[in-house]
């Protein structure tokens, strides 16, 4: 299971459970995004516009996600969409998530979870802070935090795919198939061309329809 995370990783460092056990999917699979969650409101109007300019052109990036069937295509514009992410918009913030994957790479995980209990303090409204602490405490082993940073994840970024990938690994490896399914299900209908996502599908529907023959 854990090559499902390595592969999110990729995206993570360019050149994803409540709690309990219990949580609800409409808790685990947030409802998909209308137009009007894209939109700002009550900004002052100069970072308003970069607000919409930077909406505008992640709704154009994911249309061509969804169209394109060239996997080399996609996977370019996954990057491009990543690198939106990951512009926090703060000098510090930025500063500290290269520390914290630095500190990923090297396995240093106390210090790289300092970093990023400090980002999400700093800017709750960064969905790639949560993103990449679920990530961590992923490898840590620690499912239960990670699924709730993934459900905050994707209130504030409904289509992040690898959120929604990374929740579904999880849900797997804790029994849960048939909403494991759905969530890699809902990462396709973002990113149709995820292979590692278009392999679980298929391995777990096989596995669902073979329990119940």
Known sequence: MRNVFAFL??????ATLTAGTGAT??????????????TPANLPEGEATVAQKRSAELDRLFLELRK????TKAKR??????????????????????????AIREKKYPVAL?????????????????????TLY?????????????????????????????MGSILKET????????????ALTVYPMMREAQKEVGEIADELAGSRT
């Open 175 to 186: 029994g849960r198939k048939e909403l494991a399914l759905r969530a890699y299900e809902r």
């Open 77 to 102: 514009i996954a990057d491009q969409i990543y690198g939106i992410w990951n512009q926090s918009g703060s000098a510090t913030v930025d500063l500290m998530m290269g520390w914290a994957n630095t």
């Open 68 to 71: 394109t069937h060239d996997e």
């Open 114 to 134: 300092d970093f990023l209990n400090e980002i999400v303090v700093l800017k709750p409204d960064y969905a790639e802070g949560w993103n990449r602490r679920a």
């Open 138 to 166: 992923f490898l840590m082993n620690d499912y239960g935090r990670a699924m709730y940073d993934i459900n905050k994840t994707l209130q504030l970024e409904p289509r992040q795919f690898a959120a929604l990938a990374g």
């Open 25 to 38: 999917l409409a808790q685990e699979l947030p409802a998909a995004p209308s137009p009007a969650d894209q």
């Open 9 to 14: 990783a990729l995206f993570a460092f360019p």
